[in-house]
């Protein structure tokens, strides 16, 4: 038996206990956090909640609503209006009035203004967006307190900057905005990639109809309630729910003059096909299986933080997460075994407490579709690993993972899982490893482990990915363009990069 | 004198540095102003594209490897050739029924793109690349990239300017293309090729066919391994348009349409033609001690 899975099996005879082989800390019993919950006693929600158009809230025409559960608990938290083409005609309309009458006549700078108000507004209702986030989509709550929610107050801060500064931005050309944007966003991040969508097209002069997920409209209806608050003109934000037949409706809206879509690869090319032919401008944020290469003379132990949190960010629902790990050979064997010591040190549970790492999977659908998962990669040959940590009796909960001993064909390398699971390969010359990260159709983020600054430039600059994070993952800023190559997308979102979508250059 | 009987020039391909003919062996009658035929050009096949696809690929690497400074220097070395051929392009143009005013200045014209474009080699990524001022300690920095591989269709009139104007913006920023000349006036393209196999561009880097743009358009839009489409027709039918758009759904090729209805103005140049075939990379590094 190898000195690794004896290690292994040391770990799994006692629940929870952190070690490191290199230090050979360790600790006498395991330490045992207390519950330290978020109340979300101050924090309200309706039971039911309408579509916002023109300013209002308005029941949907066909008066279907549909219930979003609480994956931490698969308890009903509210139910959302299914927006069908009626309702959406009228989201539309009032987006182009609003376009025509009040938000293109506008002065810039006073448009700016509106936008700096929301971003203020956010700040100030911050918690509040922080826990709602939490209880509909799973996310622990540090996260969304910490990441998501700061996140979305800045993108708006700085997008509401660039309003009345558009002459700067585009050499010898000026700007003009395109109309109305139809916007589809997923359940990863709900709050700030409504952020990333809304603040450059309102910036930029454009209205819009935005169409939160299913599973995690929430944070979007309140952020309504705030736009009515901050005064905004009516109709210059709409937002309608539902599921695809209503994104759909969105997308082959007439009216619509451009499409910013994130999600999955599979749908970016649906809409790709139907937008085929049209003048309508388009972004697409997609999928990603995103490299991390890790060589030898890399800071080992910055390198197994920067692995872990780029896949076990957000339950690794994260397009760009880091979910291929590279290791040079020489240095695989202790990589492997940190990252397992690592990884048993992780908090999986409800999200609302203030130490949880790792909260809910999603929702059932992706809970389920993460296990089939596994067990293609179990039925694969690969060897699995999992934490031995507890995890809760209800709701969708998935433990840290990986997989050694794969394959470059396997499924699990070349499929976007979209889960807390990595697949470890080993490679020995650079050449080799950045071969392997670029034999993928996707190409959205990659890490680069080295203390070598001139081997992070050389890889930066060799592997196809729009995002490169060396000796770092999983970072953002409203000021960093973001966005993929090959079959992960078109287009930039974030930074100066991130107004082209929403302009017309003359 | 008058006797002797002059050698005709055999118009072939353009692919990987070399001038071979078609594989399929198909060629088709191209006609000069007064309808006599003027040469039998290469019908190229989905074949042709995908050796010509495979000779693009395998410069990419190399192409963007080449330092900003000597990408320019090469594109200034094509326009010399040029320049030194000027006599040359200016009588084919004839043939084929310019007048030889309008024929100059097509020439010349070609010719001052490419000085243009070179110009802009080293100046573009200063241009639309930035620094990114991101509040967490990290430095971060975003850069065009080429995108890979471009298929290109070139402009059916202006034979030799339109040719020019949708190549040099493509290869300046690092990419290698496939270019389909024009269906009905292929011969300057050809004639080009030899400018450029002279003027220290590197084989693959630009690959010429002739044909058919109906016969090609379906290998040129769905060919996995390209990474863009070029073209341009102002008049295009949307039925082809849009056959266009869905197969580049396939591996979500970037579609670049450019309906320039005079090549001679000021809106068939400017550094957006570039960065429309450039990616944004941006990287992140910790700063710290």
Known sequence: ?506 | MSDRIEVLKTYKTYVGGNFPRTESGRYYKVYDGDDNILANACQCSRKDLRDAVVAARNAQKGWNNRSAYNRGQILYRIAEMLETRKAQFVEELETIGYKTKKAKAEVEASIDRLIYYAGWSDKYQQVFGTINPVSSSHFNFSMPEPMGVVNVWAPEERPLLGLVSVMAPVIVGGNTCVILASEKYPLSAISFAEVLNSSDVPGGVVNILTGFKNELLEHMTTHKDVNAFFYTDPDIEQGKRKQIDENATLNLKRVRRKPVEDWLSEEAQSPYYITDFQETKTTWHPVGL
């Open chain 1, 1 to 506: 038996m190898s000195e690794d899975s004896k290690q292994a099996e040391a770990v799994e005879e006692k629940p929870y206990k952190p070690t490191s082989p290199s230090s050979k800390l360790n600790f006498d019993g395991f330490w045992e956090y207390d519950d330290a919950p978020q109340s979300a006693d101050h924090v309200e929600y309706k039971d039911q909640y309408d579509l916002f158009i023109d300013g209002e809230f308005v029941a949907p025409e066909k008066g279907r609503y549909f219930d979003s559960l609480n994956p931490a608990t698969e308890e009903k938290l509210t139910s959302f209006a299914e927006a069908t083409q009626q309702d959406i005609d009228k989201a539309v309309q009032a987006a182009r009035k609003a376009f025509n009458k009040s938000w293109s006549t506008l002065e810039a700078k006073e448009r700016g203004k509106y936008i700096f108000r929301i971003a203020r507004l956010i700040q100030e209702r911050a918690r509040e967006f922080a826990i709602l986030e939490s209880m509909d989509g799973g996310k622990p709550i540090r996260e969304s307190r910490d990441v998501d929610v700061p996140l979305a107050a800045a993108h708006f801060f700085y997008y509401a900057g660039w309003a009345d500064k558009l002459d700067y931005a585009f050499p010898g050309k000026k700007a003009e905005p395109l109309g109305v944007a139809g916007q589809i966003i997923p359940w990863n991040f709900p709050l700030l990639m409504l952020a990333w969508k809304i603040a450059p097209a309102l910036a930029t002069g454009n209205t819009v109809v935005l169409k939160p997920a299913e599973t995690t409209s929430l944070t979007a209806l309140k952020f309504a309630e705030l736009c009515k608050d901050a005064g905004l003109p009516d109709g210059v934000v709409n937002i309608v729910t539902g599921a695809g037949q209503t994104g759909s409706a969105i997308v082959n809206h007439d009216d619509i003059d451009k499409i910013a879509f994130t999600g999955s690869t599979e749908v970016g090319k649906i809409i790709k096909k139907s937008l085929a032919g049209t003048d309508k401008r388009y972004t697409l944020e997609l999928g990603g299986k995103g490299p991390n290469i890790i060589f030898e003379d890399a800071p080992l132990d910055q390198a197994v933080e920067g692995v872990i949190n780029a896949i076990f960010f957000n339950q690794g629902h994260v397009c760009c997460a880091g979910s291929r790990l590279f290791v040079q050979e020489g240095v695989a064997d202790t990589v492997i075994q940190k990252l397992r010591d690592r990884m048993e040190t992780l908090i999986v549970g409800d999200p609302l407490d203030k130490n949880t790492d790792v909260g809910a999977i999603n929702s059932e659908q992706q809970y389920n579709k993460i296990n089939e998962y596994l067990e293609i990669g179990v039925n694969e040959g690969a060897e699995m690993y999992q934490s031995s940590c507890q995890i809760p009796e209800t709701g969708y909960f998935c433990r840290p993972t990986l997989f050694t001993n794969v394959g470059q064909s396997n499924r699990i390398v070349q499929e976007e899982i979209f889960g807390p699971v990595l697949t470890i390969q080993t490679f020995r010359t650079a050449e080799e490893g950045i071969k392997k990260a670029n034999n993928t159709p996707y190409g959205l983020a990659g890490g680069v482990w080295t203390d070598k600054g001139s081997k992070i430039f050389k890889t930066g600059s060799e592997i196809r990915n729009g995002v490169v994070w060396s000796n770092t993952f999983n970072k953002f800023d409203p000021t960093s363009p973001f966005g993929g190559y090959k079959e992960s997308g078109e287009g930039r979102e974030g930074g100066l990069q991130g107004l082209y979508p929403y302009v017309k250059l003359q």
